[in-house]
């Protein structure tokens, strides 16, 4: 993962989890959550430490923009992601960009909350 930039270190970062990848990224079963990331929220960071310490190999990728095509965001795959909760934990608290839903949820309105189609109103407290 390269190197943050400076000031944007987040609390801990020490102490990031090394990604463990899997013997296969085919999971077994459903998961009861997804990790939803707002493309709102996520743009213009590219800090990816959601990518650095997902688990899960290429569950986590960049993609254009839906608002700014020539920029990235982060998008999360819901057919391999399953629901460790390490990205939400470590996308910095400042940026705020992924939460945790439900399975069913998510995969009943799919499109609306993948990155390139997104268009839900995720809950923030
Ligand atoms: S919840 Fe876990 S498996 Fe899913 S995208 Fe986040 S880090 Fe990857
Ligand atoms: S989702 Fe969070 S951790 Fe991932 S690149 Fe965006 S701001 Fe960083």
Redesign the pocket.
């Given at each position: 993962m390269p190197a943050p930039p400076p000031g944007k270190l987040p609390k801990d970062y020490d102490k990031l989890p090394v990604p463990q990848p899997q013997a296969t990224s085919v999971r077994k079963r459903d998961p009861k959550?997804?990790?939803v990331i707002d493309p709102v929220k996520c743009f213009g960071r590219g800090c990816e430490y959601?990518i650095a310490?997902?688990?899960?190999p290429d569950?986590?990728t960049l993609v254009p923009d839906p608002q700014a095509p020539t920029l990235h965001v982060c998008s999360?795959n819901y057919d391999t992601?399953?629901?460790?909760?390490?990205?939400?934990k470590w996308c910095p608290d400042d940026y705020d960009a992924?939460r945790?839903l439900p399975f069913a949820q998510v995969i009943k309105d799919r499109e609306a909350y993948e990155t390139p189609t997104f268009s839900v109103d995720i809950p923030y407290e």
């Open positions: 959550l997804l990790a959601c310490v997902c688990p899960v569950c986590i999360v992601c399953i629901g460790c909760m390490a990205c939400e992924i945790m």
